[in-house]
């Protein structure tokens, strides 16, 4: 399945999405296939800098709680694919349902 990406607030495995794209601080990376779970720093917090953080981390996915337009077409773009999903979720249990969850199209 490859790697999704999320957006949280805090270095948690517990931790539940962003509310905000640019300004989380934290894009946590899930190898499905081994379990390994890599945290980086959102340094620039600017929308741009964030998007190129997510394309080079190799992820095919992305769980996040928002995603402006020209983010999203940007991602989309390169082959990403999104969900927008409640930021009330803790972030790593939504990959456990990601198979059957479509992508969000138009939900940002």
């Known amino acids: 399945m490859g790697k999704i990406a999320f957006l949280v607030d805090r270095m948690d495995e517990a931790a539940a999405l962003s509310p905000f794209y640019a300004k989380a601080k934290?894009?946590?990376?899930?190898?499905v296939d081994s379990g390994v779970v890599t945290w980086m720093p959102n340094r620039r917090a600017e929308p741009n800098?964030?998007?190129a953080?997510?394309?080079a981390s190799g992820a095919g996915a992305l769980i996040c709680g928002w995603v402006d337009d020209a983010s999203r077409r940007a991602l989309e773009?390169?082959?990403m694919v999104i969900h927008i999903r409640p930021c009330t979720c803790a972030a790593l249990s939504l990959a456990e349902t990601l198979a059957p969850m479509p992508p969000t199209a138009g939900d940002a």
């Open 26 to 31: 934290w894009l946590l990376v899930l190898d």
């Open 77 to 79: 773009g390169a082959g």
């Open 53 to 55: 953080q997510l394309l």
């Open 49 to 51: 800098g964030l998007t």
